[in-house]
């Protein structure tokens, strides 16, 4: 075959552009440590690439944001549960000095202004606590508050309160008491004087109820102030096999009254009275034996109309309708449980990182506290009344007033110490309420706990991922820096020899083999 110049030089100048081509990638490659510049250059690896690194993506969301988040936002949460149960074993304190000792007027004061601070800093301050202006209690409604943030009279309630047979419990009333009157004498007052009772008693979550039923209708509506309903199961005479039967029952007749009722305590055995001043269910002693016996479930449905600063929004705790008599609605709140926020923290893995208020924060934190309030009220209203009578003692030269002042002040100075007794029973009662409540904080803690260390774990796995997702990729993409100089150098000496040689070839003509 003839060979011509123009023959050669095209196969010269395809050499070089080769040898170029070959020193430019591996140039490339020593400068920017990468295999390659385009997915063209090796599919293969650019496959693999693309899937580690959305695999890298997906775990750096995971251990530094999702992750972090969910952490940040329990630590939140286990902090004010802490602040709570640190607030609990302050107040038990001062409880126990009520409990113990026979409190002075000042002392009770005191003690009860201290008392009511620890409930406020508890709901205030600890249960009204947000992440990153997200509530951490409220469930799914993590931009509304837990509490009202001030006196409301233009939303009204229907609220369904679910109880156990076991919150019903004992407690002491005083009944009855004598009261100054011009035309009585002694005797009228011993027979006034007052007495005490045992009876049994059950604390809805509010005080300051409505003796009126719900203003708006509705298919929920219960149509009266309040509904009392138990259900148990029945197993008696059950077949092998039979599941039992559960069987709902509605209390009634319902007596509701105002607690300053001279009859308000006085409870048939089959009875019961609904004080919805101070939110309490009182039961005779057949009607508690009853659910006692039936180890019932009671579900009471009641109206509150108004609600004061820092009191909890209904919804928060209860399946509840609530009526706005400004926009003139109806709105239906389902029961708020298992309304679990749950993040995303690994591949097809969520851990639920909230706890809601009614699973960690009892009410009867602040209910004890209205009850122990309600019995010094009583003590300091008997001490007002002997003070007045010794001063018309003092006031008088009268002895038949003066015998009647002294008999009604003798009645009244029993009546004080009943209601100390009553008082020193409601302190008591607090520390039970401490106990239970502390115990209620310290399993929502626990929960949480597990779920942090859960957290943690996963959080720690991720980093492991990473660092061999990290290795991967840089085994897929990056160049060995040894043997990449090497090959440039070898590029680069392959260059320039065909440069070199092209231009001895291309330099000789025909007349040089003549």
Not at 104 to 128: G, H, M
Not at 185 to 197: E, I, R
Not at 401 to 406: D, M, P, T, V
Not at 421 to 446: C, P, R, W, Y
Request: charged share 25%.
């Amino acid at each position: 075959m003839r060979v011509t110049n123009s023959m050669i030089s095209n196969s010269a100048r395809s050499h070089i552009s080769n040898a170029k081509t070959m020193l430019n990638k591996y140039e490339q490659q020593y400068t920017t440590e990468k295999k390659i510049q385009r997915p063209s250059d090796d599919p293969t690896v650019a496959v693999r690439s693309l899937k580690l690194r959305t695999t890298y993506a997906q775990l750096t969301q995971y251990a530094e944001k999702n992750i972090q988040d969910a952490m940040d936002w329990m630590d939140t949460t286990e902090s004010a549960m802490s602040n709570i149960s640190s607030l609990l074993t302050n107040m038990k304190s001062y409880l126990n000095q009520g409990a113990n000792d026979p409190l002075k007027p000042d002392d009770r004061k005191s003690v009860l202004s201290t008392l009511r601070q620890y409930v406020n800093s508890i709901f205030a301050d600890e249960a009204n606590t947000d992440y990153s202006g997200r509530y951490v209690f409220t469930g799914y409604r993590t931009d509304t508050s837990l509490l009202f943030q001030e006196d409301t009279n233009t939303l009204s309630y229907q609220i369904k309160e679910k109880l156990k047979y076991t919150d019903i419990s004992n407690v002491t009333v005083v009944k009855g008491g004598a009261n100054y009157d011009p035309a009585a004498n002694g005797q009228d007052y011993v027979d006034d004087a007052a007495t005490t009772d045992s009876v049994y008693r059950m604390n809805l979550a509010y005080n300051n109820l409505s003796n009126e039923e719900f203003p708006e209708e509705s298919d929920k509506s219960i149509g009266s102030p309040i509904k009392i309903q138990i259900s148990y199961t029945e197993k008696e005479a059950l077949t092998p096999g039979e599941k039992p039967e559960t069987i709902t029952e509605t209390l009634e007749p319902v007596e509701i009254k105002h607690s300053t009722d001279p009859e308000a305590y006085n409870i048939e055995e089959d009875g019961i009275v609904y004080l919805y001043d101070t939110g309490e269910i009182l039961m005779g002693k057949s009607v508690y034996a009853d659910i006692q016996q039936k180890q019932a479930d009671i579900t009471v449905d009641y109206c509150k109309n108004s609600f004061e600063k820092n009191e909890i929004r209904p919804e928060m705790y209860f399946e509840c309708l609530r009526y706005d008599s400004v926009e003139n609605k109806v709105l239906e709140y389902i029961e708020p449980s298992k309304q679990n926020i749950n993040y995303e923290v690994n591949y097809s893995q969520t851990i639920t990182v909230n706890t809601q208020a009614r699973d960690a924060i009892s009410t009867d934190i602040y209910r004890t506290v209205d009850y122990i309030e309600q019995t010094i009220e009583a003590v300091t209203d008997v001490e007002n009344r002997i003070s007045e009578v010794e001063k018309m003692i003092s006031n008088t030269q009268d002895k038949d007033e003066i015998a009647a002042l002294n008999s009604l002040k003798k009645v009244l100075t029993d009546e004080k110490e009943l209601r100390m007794s009553v008082m020193t029973e409601a302190f008591g009662k607090g520390l039970t309420m401490v106990d239970n409540a502390q115990q209620m904080v310290s399993v929502a803690v626990s929960e949480l706990g597990a779920k942090y260390n859960r957290a943690q774990l996963t959080y720690d796995k991720l980093l492991d991922e990473q660092t061999d997702t990290e290795e991967k990729l840089s085994g897929n993409e990056d160049v060995n820096f040894e043997d990449v100089f090497i090959n440039l150098t070898q590029a680069n000496n392959l260059y320039q020899a065909s440069l070199s040689a092209t231009s001895k070839i291309l330099g000789n003509t025909l007349l040089n083999y003549i």
